[in-house]
């Protein structure tokens, strides 16, 4: 018989629309939750006599569904130096940083992640040691290698591929690796080398489309690095999924992406991050000025998708906090409610996982939250959770994080 654990008392936001339950119970058997009401009228103590159970007590406490990061790098983080510094480092040491990522994820209430490329497509590893049992961690669902053109962004990191043929080629053999999403980069960005700039359109229509020929013929989704709108453009028509970043869309990129039916997920707060704490970082100082910049400008930017309504996913870009990601998009101009639905539900919409995770509803995984602060009126508690639940598993934060080294950045 599956483990039993009923946890009463927090205010339940369900993410089913604005739901919220003020007094909840929560009923988790196994890894699924099996019940979802109120307190009133349910008998905690013939629960707990029927058969064994772990009852958690979360009076005075809110609950909101697991958080899924749909754009993360699990190799990467922000005290990992410059695009040049990680070239330069062992892939051994990447993979390294992704078995602490997976831990420091878990612990900030991220129980799904989404990661948009890793270099020699580690991430895959990553994810089936955290299936196997091997590490504790989110599910991962991983993008192998991301794929650009030759010398465009993520060059020496990502897959270089010319040509419809060449494009096609990489995807399918991400596919083979065991890639759930391909990544795709249609635009240049504001780290890479050389010739990579954000304004730059890069991989062509006919080459994306490739590449989201293959995925989409084995059910899986592609992922689209894109910041000016040329490079938007273009990838909508080639059909992906997902527009990653959107740093320099316009109004006409708001309607394409509306029209599209894709999610914009915008990673906004690694220009704060980078403008607040570059040095630190040991980040270039031009690239701390392009992010103060960046910073000042996204607010008006995102402002756009927020008017237009756009479907938009929360991703953190490396490894980072989501609930500062999701305080930045509040900021704005989403309301808090709608950056909740977005780094839950949306996310497991995206990931075509809606019926397993993204809200706290009978049959679906125990993947929970507990939050001492109503992330409605502050979202930035949602980096810092007592308790983590993945898959009717408890998880103390504190202890996940217990024997890292200090630099958790």
Known sequence: MAERTIIHGAEA??????????????????????????AAGFDLVAARSERSTTVVDATGKWIIPGLVNLHEHLDNHRGSGSFQERLHQPLSY????????????????????????AKAGTNIGLRDAVESGQLIGPRIYPSGSPIAMTGGHGAGLAIEADGPDAVRAAARQQLKDGADVIKIMASGGFVSLGNDHPWAAQLTEEEIRAAVDEAHKSGKTVACHAHPPAAIKIALAAGVDTIEHGALMDEESVELIDKSGAYLVPTLDESHMIAERGLELRRPQWLIEVCRKKAEEQNGIFGLAVAGKLRCGVGTDVAGEMGREMFHMANAGMSNMDVLLAGTINGAKVLHIEDK????????FADLVVLDRDPRQDLLVCDEPSLVFKGGTAYDPTELLANLGPNSN
């Open 357 to 364: 995770i993204g809200s706290i509803e009978a049959g679906k």
């Open 13 to 38: 936001i369900t993410c089913v629309g604005a739901e919220s339950i003020p007094d909840s119970v929560i009923v988790v058997e196994g890894d699924k939750i099996t019940e979802v009401r109120p």
């Open 94 to 117: 990447g993979i390294i940083r992704g078995t602490r990522n997976v831990l420091i994820s878990l612990a900030r209430g991220v129980t799904t992640v989404r990661d948009t490329g």
